[in-house]
């Protein structure tokens, strides 16, 4: 069986990628199409495969501004030899046109938040120039109804969270199995902790990084922030001398910054929240707005893995940080490993290849001896 991943874009390490990567174990003869392709940041495992880019990537740089002409590069994919499609899609990677002979399974970790769940906010508060909110609503409803019509193209989606099926069913009208993300879990570990918060994330607006800072300058409590993104250089003039900007940190450092922290801060609402995982796994305790992906993700009973808060402004944030004092002794990092093995990439596996109709083949394409996953 020819496999082809599709995913949107390869130019940074998040969640998406992680995700591509551990598709890639699962089907090790598998040859990735995206839409732009930078190979400085591709992992070890995404080097093993060929990698084919649309005609977009030499504008790569831009890659932000070319969503009108993403349906094209994406209709311009030449998938005839392959049997199974998979696309990884929180941009339009599920575009693709497949041979009708071939199934197409889309993984997707949310509909396009910028034409859907979050267009309001792109428009009105994240695109202060007039010129670009008039320009962005004609081309935004162009872009809803083709995102829309591609998803008769998808022969069996699969949702990364409840969360994120309701999405799918609310934008598509389209049923989805869940299948919670990969994690390597058993790559993290526990230290002592030391006296600073940590945040993990793309710094775009939609992740709130702005109301922890708010929160943070008032408590003076000390926060590292750990990623990159547009919102770098407006964020960093937000913050106060004890908030870190550690940028984009290799894999081991990160482990590291988990390991050694109070708690894992989420301001933002996630469609999962694999970093609430990887937190999880490193034994600590997650504060995070009670929203989305996170009530999956994090234990709200025992082992209870952190503190839930309500609203996105910086009030609530620093109320949860002053109830973290008392709760921070009851914090049981043993507990909280082992609850997060729930989301082992073997697990990710199991179900994916369940859901794909592929059960049978498990022990083709990944090392897990055959007849483990019911067929």
């Known amino acids: 069986m020819r496999t082809a991943i599709v995913h949107y874009w390869l130019l ?41 880019a649309s005609f977009l990537n030499p504008l790569r740089k831009q890659y932000r501004s070319l969503l009108p002409l993403m349906p094209m590069a994406l209709e311009s994919f030449d998938l ?28 997707c970790h949310t509909p396009m938040r910028y034409l859907w769940d979050l267009y309001a906010a792109y428009r009105n508060e994240y695109t202060p120039s007039w010129l670009k909110r008039t320009l962005m609503t004609p081309l935004a409803h162009y872009l809803r109804l083709w995102d829309f019509a591609s998803a008769a193209r998808v022969d069996q989606f699969v949702a990364n969270s ?11 009208r389209r049923e989805a199995e869940v299948v919670y993300p990969p994690v390597d879990v058993q790559s993290f570990y526990n230290r002592a902790a030391e006296d600073y918060f940590l945040i993990v994330s793309e710094l775009v607006a939609y992740k709130q990084i702005d109301s922890a800072i708010r929160a943070f300058a008032e408590t003076g409590q000390r926060l590292v922030i750990a990623g990159g993104g547009p919102e770098y250089q407006r964020l960093r003039s937000l913050a106060t001398q004890n908030i870190e900007f550690a940028g984009r940190v290799p894999d081991d450092q990160l482990r590291e910054l988990y390991a050694r922290c109070r708690a894992l801060i989420i301001p933002g609402e996630e469609d999962f929240g694999m970093t609430a995982v990887e937190a999880l796994a490193s034994g600590k305790p997650v504060i995070a707005l009670g929203k989305g992906g996170v009530l999956e993700s994090v234990p709200r009973t025992e082992p209870c893995g952190g503190i839930l808060y309500d609203a996105t402004d910086s009030y609530a944030l620093t109320a949860a940080l002053k109830r973290f004092d008392s709760f921070e002794p009851r914090v049981r990092a043993t507990e909280l ?39």
């Not at 049997?83 to 889309?106: F, N, T, Y």
């Not at 409840?162 to 598509?172: D, F, G, P, S």
């Not at 989301?343 to 199991?350: G, H, L, M, P």
């Open 80 to 107: 005839r030899p392959y049997d199974l499609i998979i696309s990884s899609e929180s941009g339009p990677a599920k575009g693709v046109i497949a041979p009708s002979r071939a199934r197409h399974v889309c993984y």
């Open 12 to 52: 940074n390490r998040r969640g998406g990628e992680k995700v591509v990567d551990a598709l890639c174990r699962l089907f090790p003869e598998a040859d990735i199409f995206t839409l732009f392709a930078d190979p400085s940041t591709f992992s070890e495992e995404v080097k093993r495969h060929r990698v084919a």
């Open 337 to 375: 490993a082992a609850y997060a093995s729930r989301f082992s990439e073997q697990e990710f596996a199991r179900k994916f290849l369940i859901h794909c109709g592929l059960a049978g083949q498990s022990g083709t394409w990944m090392n897990i001896p055959a007849g483990t996953v019911p067929g």
């Open 162 to 172: 409840e969360n994120v099926r309701q999405r799918i069913a609310k934008t598509y």
